[in-house]
Structure formats: C-alpha cells, structure tokens
C-alpha cells in the first residue's frame, strides 16, 4: 500500500520559512519521481516543483523559482520542500505526489500518488 506523508506546514509571517517533508511507504521511492503542488481556497491544484529519481533534475513554477528548493533523500524515502521568502500568496495546502518509474512532469495528472496535504499559512 502507498503511503505518502506531509508534515512541517503552518502559520509564518511574510518573509518567514518553512521545510515540509514527505515520508513516502510502500513504493519503490528511488524509482519515482516526486512533485511538490499547492491549492488554495478556491483555486485549482497547481504545480511547485519537481525533482527527478536521482535528484539530479529539478523544475519549479515561476512563481516560487529562487525561493524554493526541492531535495530528497532516497535512503530515507523522503522529499523535502524549503520555503524561504514566504509570501501571503503562498497559503494554500501542500501535497506531495509521486510518479512511479518514470521521469518528471508538471501536471497533476501524470502523478499516481498523493499525500493528504499539510497546511502554510503565510500571515501579512
């Protein structure tokens, strides 16, 4: 059974940080590659950043390049999403997502696997 589990989101102030993780289970983890997405209230599910099954390739949407970084940890089945520079435009819930043997994409439906999301609120 796949498991994928959020963890390290809540309330900061502009400008402040924080680093979710995302502890994946019964998949074969160093074979998958792993995005970051967000939604906010009312608003479509949109892409945040993706890194590939080694770590070696990433991408990031426009909005949050140069402030964000995604990494993994393949021998802890776990990737990581730092957030620096946080803007109240970053509120939303963060889900990660995982594509099995295969290589990175930006769309919410080319990912097999979801979290449950975990919560930023960035405060003005």
């Known amino acids: 059974q796949v498991r994928l589990v959020e963890s390290g989101g809540g309330l900061v102030q502009t400008g402040g940080s924080l680093r979710l993780s995302c502890a994946a289970s019964?998949?074969?983890?160093?074979?998958?590659?792993m995005a970051w997405f967000r939604q906010a209230p009312g608003k479509e599910r949109e892409f945040v950043a993706t890194?590939?099954?080694?770590?070696?390739?990433?991408y990031y949407a426009e909005s949050v390049k140069g402030r964000f970084t995604v990494s993994r940890d393949n021998g802890k089945n776990t990737v990581y999403l730092q957030m620096n520079s946080l803007k109240p435009e970053d509120t939303a819930v963060y889900y990660c997502?995982?594509?099995?043997?295969?290589?990175?994409?930006?769309?919410?439906?080319?990912?097999?696997?979801w979290g449950q999301g975990t919560q930023v609120t960035v405060s003005s």
């Open positions: 997502a995982a594509r099995m043997l295969r290589s990175t994409a930006m769309g919410p439906y080319d990912y097999d696997n």
């Open positions: 019964g998949i074969a983890f160093s074979s998958s590659a």
């Open positions: 890194i590939s099954r080694a770590g070696s390739t990433t």
